[in-house]
């Protein structure tokens, strides 16, 4: 199984960094920060205006840059019977 991976951004050193997702939904993202016993998991939720996602991990900000929509987009083209469900929700 090949995991999916991401770039954040710390948004204090600017540094950038891939991060493995864990769980992937437009609401939030868990990604796994580190390998083995020294991982650390973090939750990103979309900042208030939907253009990124943010989360803290050990103190630090971290920054994904894909807005909310770009996400679903993501999603429903890995797939596509999660958009048809969606449809008949409302």
Same mark, same amino acid.
């Given at each position: 199984?090949?995991?999916?991976?991401i770039?954040?951004?710390?948004?204090?050193s600017? #540094?950038?960094?891939?991060?493995?997702? $864990?769980?992937?939904?437009?609401?939030?993202?868990t990604?796994?920060?580190?390998?083995?016993?020294?991982?650390? #998991?973090?939750?990103l939720?979309?900042?208030?205006n939907? #253009?990124?996602?943010?989360?803290?991990?050990?103190?630090?900000?971290?920054?994904?840059?894909?807005?909310?929509?770009?996400?679903?987009?993501? $999603?429903?083209?890995v797939?596509?019977? $999660?958009?048809?469900?969606?449809?008949f929700?409302?």
């Amino acid at each position: 199984m090949k995991n999916e991976m991401i770039t954040v951004v710390n948004t204090e050193s600017g #540094q950038s960094m891939d991060v493995v997702v $864990l769980h992937k939904r437009a609401s939030q993202i868990t990604v796994v920060i580190g390998k083995g016993v020294h991982n650390v #998991q973090c939750d990103l939720t979309p900042t208030k205006n939907g #253009q990124a996602y943010a989360g803290n991990v050990m103190g630090r900000e971290i920054v994904y840059h894909r807005s909310r929509e770009q996400v679903q987009t993501d $999603l429903d083209r890995v797939n596509p019977a $999660l958009k048809v469900s969606r449809k008949f929700k409302k």
